[in-house]
C-alpha cells in the first residue's frame, strides 16, 4: 500500500474513532443472527465517508472467519459505473456478543469505527448501520434496488433516530 493510503487510512480511523464519543445512544436491533446475516449486501445509501464519495455499485460482503471475526470486503467503482474498481478489506469485531447487533470495524490496527445494526427487516433483506455520532449511515439491502415505500419508511426511521436525512445520498447500482 502507498504511502498515501496508509496516511489516509489512518486519518479516516482517527477521525471515525474519535467522533464516537459524546452523542446520546442510538437503538439497535435485539438480536442478529451472525450466519443469516452474512452474505453480500448492496449499499442502497447513505451518508458517505470521503473514500465513498462517487461510489457507484457499492457492495459489502461479510464472512463469519473462525476465530469469531466477520472478514468483510467493501467494493464499489469509483465515479461511474465502469470506473475503477475499489477493494476494501476491513474486519468487523463483536462487541456485544448478547446481541451481536454491535461491531467494531477495523480498517487500520488498533483503530475500530462504531458499526451498530440499528434495522434489520424479520427476512434479513434490508438493513441499517448507524453509529452514535449519526455521522454517517448504510441503508443496505440484498438487492441493488429496494421499493420505493421501504426507502421512504426506512428514512422515516432514521429521522426519528436523530439522523439528518437530507445528508443521505441514493448510491448508484447497475448491477
Known amino acids: 500500500m502507498r504511502f498515501s493510503n496508509v ?27 451472525l450466519e443469516r446475516f452474512m452474505g453480500d449486501w448492496y449499499v442502497i445509501a447513505n451518508i458517505p465517508t470521503f473514500i465513498e464519495k462517487g461510489a457507484h455499485n457499492a457492495v459489502e460482503s461479510y464472512h463469519l472467519a473462525e476465530d469469531g471475526t466477520i472478514e468483510t470486503t467493501f467494493t464499489f467503482n469509483k465515479d461511474a459505473s465502469d470506473g475503477p474498481l475499489k477493494v476494501y478489506t476491513p474486519r468487523g469485531f463483536l462487541q456485544d456478543k448478547s446481541s451481536n447487533a454491535v461491531w467494531g470495524m477495523q480498517f487500520i490496527w488498533p483503530f475500530k469505527a462504531e458499526y451498530r445494526i440499528i434495522y434489520l427487516d424479520e427476512n434479513y433483506t434490508q438493513t441499517v448501520i448507524g ?3 449519526r455521522d454517517y449511515v448504510w441503508i443496505m439491502a440484498r438487492t441493488p434496488k429496494i421499493p420505493d415505500t421501504d426507502y421512504a419508511r426506512i428514512l422515516d426511521f432514521l ?3 436523530g439522523y439528518d436525512i437530507q445528508k443521505i445520498k441514493k448510491v448508484p447500482q447497475s448491477g
Open 159 to 161: 429521522e426519528s433516530e
Open 7 to 33: 496516511l489516509t487510512w489512518l486519518l479516516l480511523c482517527f477521525m471515525i474513532q474519535s467522533c464516537t464519543m459524546a452523542a446520546k445512544p442510538i437503538h439497535t436491533v435485539k438480536s442478529v443472527d
Open 131 to 133: 453509529r452514535t455520532k
